[in-house]
């Protein structure tokens, strides 16, 4: 049972199998921030920008407790 316990973290949480894992996931986030980028490919400018379009995705209600 240790033995397989041992296995079972070296498998899934030593570096050589999770730092692929983090590279992965930077791959995926760049491709979500350049897509994300070609929908809005002006960044907000507070001053001349358009509010609505510049604050068009931010959270319109305030979360309550219930």
Excluded: C, K
Excluded at 31 to 53: K, L, M, N, Y
């Amino acid at each position: 049972m240790g033995e397989a316990g041992r296995r079972h973290v070296r498998e899934t949480f030593d570096w050589p199998v999770v730092a692929p894992q983090y590279a992965a996931l930077g791959a995926e986030l760049g491709a979500i921030r350049t897509a994300s980028e070609a929908h809005h490919p002006q960044a907000p400018q507070p001053v001349t920008g358009d509010p609505f379009r510049d604050f068009a995705d931010f959270a319109t209600q305030i979360l309550q407790a219930d």
